[in-house]
């Protein structure tokens, strides 16, 4: 039996357009490697600083902005401070927007809560920079400002100076995080990737070169519900639940009438 | 000389930049951190190089009007376009930032949903339990498809816990997904470094080109 691709792409488009409009609430059940991450930030004492280097741009924002805004608003309501970078130029401006926004829900201060350094090509030389200092790679941050010259900078060097790395990414910079950032400077690391990329990463979350994994937006809409406030990713996880449903039936379609068809050749 | 010079400066180099992460030493972190800046500068020439070579070949598929000339015609206008905006105006300027929220940010989200409707239309086609391990496969796809999303807990809640479709699916990802994916990793890393080493000492040298044949 041969469906006209149309009628699939029909299909889709229905289900993932209704469910964006009515909220269901289908139940999330979170993970062990998501409430690692979760009770490890919720341990620390306010005041300690943080870095979220977010790697997303607009092609995979759908994916990893709610779990930026999830884990920005754990931290700032923590009032723990935040460093962030953005190592892949095409996400900088959404990025800087983000950490504008929801420090801002928080009434947070720049330079006195949180530190935008901004981009720097080759994050890999980066990443490995910045473990000795980060004034070798961002001498100057985002905004053009002296890190010296940042309150929350005094006495912050190096990935020694940070209680956590909590790294989201959408692409394979993540490795250089790995390797470099938790491999040559032992800085404790967690990791937030798509779904497509989540399990490339399980085998070093389970030789704990990562302590903690938040896949795509279940990932995020776990984290969420955590931090107990529901918002896109907990929303699209309706759309995402109802779109897998409807892919699986297409598959079970495909396959009955795949035995269908072969059981009548034979009896021709 | 111009095969023996490039050869040189790898095998010193490679040999320092293995040799240094086991020297704990002030002068070794110094040089490193000097040549890791040395890359950086060595990368915005490849990146220069990179932006010669896409103006030239767009350049000719215009020149001769090859076949798509005209996406060349759009690739070029938006090249120098954008960058001239950004070096006149910073990056921070209204026009700058207006092309990119309403001009590459749909574009590029818009690229990446196709992508669901195109997964859907491969899975209906390529998901046939043909044979033995192609329905393993087709099994797996589908437990993973519904134990990564709340419905697999709707549909599978009611059974004993190891039979549910999430915890199914967390097996699949933490022990065979895990072992392959291991395999996979100390195989690629082992290459790494014996391809390092061919290099470092010389004997791969496709690197530098035609020049670089014996």
């Known amino acids: 039996m041969k469906i006209d691709r149309r009628w699939i792409y029909l299909a889709i488009g229905i289900v993932v357009f209704i469910p964006m409009l009515v909220y269901l609430g289908f139940p999330i059940r979170v993970t062990k490697e998501v409430r690692s991450v979760y009770e490890r930030i919720d341990s620390l004492p306010p005041g300690t600083v943080v870095m979220v280097p977010m790697e997303y741009d607009p092609a995979t924002m759908a994916e990893l902005q709610p779990l930026a805004y999830a884990v920005l608003r754990h931290c700032f309501s923590k009032d723990l401070k935040v460093i962030t970078t953005s190592l892949q130029i095409e996400g900088v401006t959404i990025i800087k927007e983000d950490l504008e926004m929801i420090a801002a829900e928080y009434g947070k201060k720049y330079g006195i809560d949180y530190v935008f350094l901004g981009y720097k090509p080759y994050p890999g030389i980066v990443i490995l920079n910045m473990g000795e200092n980060f004034r070798k790679p961002f001498p100057r941050d985002y905004y053009g400002n002296e890190l010296d010259s940042l309150p929350m900078m005094k006495g912050v060097y190096n990935y020694s100076s940070c209680a956590l790395i909590l790294n989201i990414n959408a692409t394979s910079g993540v490795d250089y995080w790995i390797n470099y950032a938790n491999g040559r400077y032992k800085a404790p690391l967690a990791i937030g990737v798509t779904g497509v990329m989540v399990s490339d990463y399980y085998t070093f979350l389970s030789s704990g070169q990562i302590f903690g994994l938040i896949g795509g937006l279940k990932g995020a809409a776990e984290y969420e519900k955590l931090i107990n406030h529901v918002d896109l990713a907990c929303r699209a996880m309706d759309v995402q639940s109802i779109a897998h449903s409807v892919i699986v039936l297409f598959i079970v379609i495909g396959n009955i009438a795949f035995f269908a068809t072969k059981k009548r050749k034979k009896s021709i | 000389?111009?095969?023996?010079?490039?050869?040189?400066?790898?095998?010193?180099?490679?040999?320092?930049?293995?040799?240094?992460?086991?020297?704990?030493?002030?002068?070794?972190?110094?040089?490193?951190?000097?040549?890791?800046?040395?890359?950086?500068?060595?990368?915005?020439?490849?990146?220069?190089?990179?932006?010669?070579?896409?103006?030239?070949?767009?350049?000719?598929?215009?020149?001769?009007?090859?076949?798509?000339?005209?996406?060349?015609?759009?690739?070029?206008?938006?090249?120098?376009?954008?960058?001239?905006?950004?070096?006149?105006?910073?990056?921070?300027?209204?026009?700058?930032?207006?092309?990119?929220?309403?001009?590459?940010?749909?574009?590029?989200?818009?690229?990446?949903?196709?992508?669901?409707?195109?997964?859907?239309?491969?899975?209906?086609?390529?998901?046939?339990?043909?044979?033995?391990?192609?329905?393993?496969?087709?099994?797996?796809?589908?437990?993973?498809?519904?134990?990564?999303?709340?419905?697999?807990?709707?549909?599978?809640?009611?059974?004993?816990?190891?039979?549910?479709?999430?915890?199914?699916?967390?097996?699949?990802?933490?022990?065979?997904?895990?072992?392959?994916?291991?395999?996979?990793?100390?195989?690629?890393?082992?290459?790494?470094a014996a391809m390092s080493l061919k290099i470092i000492l010389g004997i791969e040298r496709t690197w530098l080109g035609g020049e670089g044949r014996k």
């Open chain 2, 1 to 192: 000389m111009k095969r023996e010079l490039p050869l040189m400066i790898v095998l010193i180099f490679g040999t320092f930049m293995a040799f240094q992460y086991f020297v704990p030493h002030r002068i070794s972190s110094d040089l490193y951190q000097e040549f890791n800046n040395w890359t950086i500068i060595i990368g915005i020439f490849a990146m220069v190089v990179g932006i010669g070579s896409l103006i030239s070949l767009h350049y000719n598929r215009i020149k001769f009007k090859k076949p798509g000339w005209g996406y060349s015609t759009v690739t070029i206008v938006c090249l120098i376009g954008m960058m001239s905006i950004g070096l006149i105006g910073g990056t921070e300027n209204d026009l700058f930032l207006k092309l990119y929220r309403h001009g590459l940010a749909p574009v590029t989200s818009t690229m990446f949903s196709l992508l669901a409707f195109f997964i859907a239309s491969a899975a209906y086609r390529a998901f046939r339990a043909r044979t033995i391990l192609a329905t393993l496969l087709l099994l797996a796809a589908v437990v993973v498809m519904l134990g990564r999303v709340p419905i697999g807990e709707i549909l599978t809640g009611w059974l004993p816990r190891p039979l549910q479709f999430s915890e199914i699916s967390n097996f699949l990802l933490y022990v065979p997904n895990t072992a392959a994916k291991r395999a996979i990793f100390i195989g690629v890393g082992l290459g790494v």
